[in-house]
């Protein structure tokens, strides 16, 4: 976020921006859960998907969304791993 100083407007303070995207819940219903994983491997292998958050689904934080990110969100769901590789 780029915050100017406007010539009649002065600056007032600190921006903060924060976001509240779970890891893993690409629909953004608030649970991880088998549909997300479903979308992030339909999205890994380049069919289209309209309601997937990007931020959400690159569950590894290795830059890309791939079928691995698909498979820890179902190891999450099943309850094989308890957190993902990054925040």
Known sequence: VTVTKYERM?????????????KGDVDGNGTVDIVDAQKIG???????????????ADVDCDGSITTVDALQVNQMYAGLISAFPCP
């Open 10 to 22: 002065p600056y007032l303070g600190t921006l903060t921006v924060t976001s509240n995207i779970l």
């Open 42 to 56: 339909t999205y890994a292998v380049g069919l289209p998907v309209y309601d997937l958050i990007p931020e959400a």
